[in-house]
């Protein structure tokens, strides 16, 4: 059966990074894309971007820009995202998802900034 | 870029009624739209893509329809398990944004 197994949660200060994993399983990894959403406190769905996992190839929101990285490591079906210069805005569930309008979701890693 | 707005923001109905949520886009995206259900402390849940395509296990009280910049999911029977915020998502090409989300609870 398809998963998608996110790493724990991340406690981290202002100015740090965090990098999330999302693991793949029961399909064959490379022929799905990989989107990044997130959700902070009480907010709605936002998307931060999108993986191409066949050729690196990546999307991703205008308000992300220089502070996201996404990247695959196909040898153990896993995706990541790093955030860098995190602030407490940051503070949100991150959620990785296989795709775009599919059902497979990850659990979700809740990533907490303060000082 | 492309911005989808969700009318109405919450709603309130009771058990047995029909209820309508409707997604526009400010420009056509085709039928590349899904609706996503989150209820609380859960992870969303996909419902319809391709605008109108059921989700294997989804009931059926559940339809999406439109095309092009204005869409619609319906609840034809809203049950005390649909109680949950609903949010649509464009997927033609990035960014691939979701609308601000519909929430939904009982009278």
């Known amino acids: 059966q398809v998963q998608l197994v996110q790493s724990a949660t991340e406690v981290k200060k202002p100015g740090a990074s965090v990098k999330v994993s999302c693991k793949a399983s029961?399909?064959?990894?490379?022929?799905?894309?990989v989107s990044w959403v997130r959700q902070a406190p009480g907010q709605g769905l936002e998307w931060m971007g999108w993986?191409?996992?066949?050729?690196?190839?990546?999307n991703q929101a205008q308000k992300f820009q220089g502070r996201l990285t996404m990247t695959t490591d196909t040898s153990t079906s896993t995706a990541f995202m790093e955030l860098r210069n995190l602030t407490s805005d940051d503070t949100a569930v991150y959620y990785c998802?296989?795709?775009?309008?599919?059902?497979?979701w990850g659990q979700g890693t809740l990533v907490t900034v303060s000082s | 870029d492309i911005q989808m707005t969700q009318s109405p923001s919450s709603l309130s109905a009771s058990v047995g009624d029909r209820v309508t949520i409707t997604c526009r886009a400010s420009q056509d995206i085709a039928n590349y739209l899904a609706w996503y259900q989150q209820k609380p402390g859960k992870v969303p849940k996909l419902l319809i893509d391709?605008?109108?395509t059921l989700q294997s296990g989804v009931p059926s009280r559940f339809s999406g329809g439109g095309s092009g910049t204005d869409f619609t999911l319906t609840i034809s029977s809203l049950q005390p398990e649909d109680v949950a915020t609903y949010y649509c998502?464009?997927?033609?090409?990035?960014?691939?944004?979701f609308g601000p989300g519909t929430k939904v609870d009982l009278k």
């Open positions: 391709a605008a109108s």
């Open positions: 029961g399909y064959t990894f490379t022929n799905y894309g």
């Open positions: 993986i191409n996992t066949y050729n690196d190839y990546t």
């Open positions: 998502q464009k997927y033609n090409s990035a960014p691939f944004t």
């Open positions: 998802a296989r795709d775009l309008g599919d059902p497979y």
